[in-house]
């Protein structure tokens, strides 16, 4: 009898352990998937038709200079691309939303090659590679091509990626007449202290621009300490030009980066603020004649200035006649009586 009590005690107890078991694997997955998703859903046909219709065709245009600028996002400027490093609610940075759209396989990422950018499937960047290569914490599920993977939000290095790198187009738009740029791609870049101290930087991939310009035309940024409301997208910093950032490289038919063609720091500084102010100049020296409104009230001023100066001129030429033409007072001073004594 006693074996028998002993036996539905067991069986009680394992049903309870299973049970158990069983709602803590459910909560884990759940809480692992809600940790990968992003929350941005697939892109709809009308969607992708209007991210294409957004970009420009830079093959055809007359005028084009395209050139790399390292965004530092220790900067103050740039800090709005870099906080929050872990999720708030609805908020991430750029990093770990361009992370978690690899994980759901809603963007291709390109490997860096050093010199040259090559957006084709041959070198599509393998995630689970990327994955080992930085040592990044993941789960795998699945095998082959349909495998996916597990990865928890604190082990996302944001907090590493500390630069990107930003490749953009300047060019002349000879069908509207305007000039105009475009950013083209981005690279983050990681950044972690090796064995000595030394900062070891690591290009990580390259996103076309086009391809992310849907998901973070939609998340809100803080821009501002003061103004806490969220009122620019990720899309607006980067249209607006926002991000402060030099230029390392000019596209060169020897291919080089200032830094190889100006080893000189003070040289370099030089090129750098040169370049910015050539695209200035240039878009300046575009248009030959002055614009028409400044042209009529500068017009006005001068001729206001003119006609005050004549009559000032005439004023004092007839005040000068009359003082000419007024008879002098001939009234002869009087004269004292003298009487004799």
């Avoid at 950018?117 to 070198?123: A, G, I, Q, S």
């Avoid at 630069?163 to 950044?191: H, M």
């Avoid at 500068?298 to 100066?309: A, G, M």
Wanted: hydrophobic share 35%; aromatic share 10%; proline share 4%.
């Amino acid at each position: 009898m006693k074996s028998f009590y002993y036996i539905i005690v067991l069986s009680v107890v394992c049903l309870l352990a299973q049970d158990a078991s069983a709602q803590t694997q459910t909560r884990t997955r759940k809480t692992s998937e809600s940790n990968n998703n992003t929350g941005l859903p697939e892109l709809s046909v009308r969607a992708k038709a209007k991210n294409e219709g957004q970009g420009v065709n830079i093959d055809n245009v007359v005028w084009l200079r395209v050139l790399y600028r390292e965004i530092d996002l220790k900067k103050e400027e740039n800090t709005p691309l870099y906080y929050p490093t872990e999720p708030v609610g609805d908020r991430m940075n750029l990093f770990t939303m361009m992370f978690k759209l690899l994980v759901e396989g809603k963007l291709t990422a390109y490997k860096y090659i050093d010199g040259r950018e090559v957006f084709t499937d041959k070198y599509k960047v393998d995630f689970e590679e990327l994955l080992k290569n930085h040592n990044i914490i993941h789960k795998k599920n699945g095998t082959g091509a349909t495998a996916t993977f597990t990865i928890d939000e604190s082990d996302i290095p944001s907090n590493e990626v500390l630069a990107y790198y930003i490749k953009e187009a300047y060019y002349f738009d000879q069908a509207t007449g305007t000039f105009n740029s475009e950013i083209l791609a981005i690279c983050p870049i990681k950044v972690s202290e090796g064995d000595f101290g030394e900062n070891l930087r690591f290009p990580l991939f390259w996103v076309p621009y086009e391809n992310i310009r849907p998901y973070i035309s939609r998340s809100l940024i803080m821009t501002s300490n003061y103004n806490n409301a969220l009122t620019y997208t990720a899309d607006d910093f980067f249209q607006l030009k926002m991000y402060k950032g030099n230029v390392i490289k000019t596209v060169n038919m020897m291919n080089q980066t200032l830094a190889e063609q100006f080893p000189d720091s003070a040289k370099l500084k030089y090129a750098q603020d040169s370049i910015d102010k050539q695209l200035k100049s240039f878009e300046a020296r575009l248009w030959h004649s002055k614009d028409t409104v400044k042209t009529v009230l500068n017009t006005n001023k001068k001729e206001t200035k003119s006609s005050t100066r004549a009559s000032r001129s005439n004023n004092n030429s007839s005040n000068a006649k009359s003082k000419s033409s007024t008879p002098k007072n001939t009234s002869s001073s009087p004269t004292k009586s003298v009487r004799r004594k």
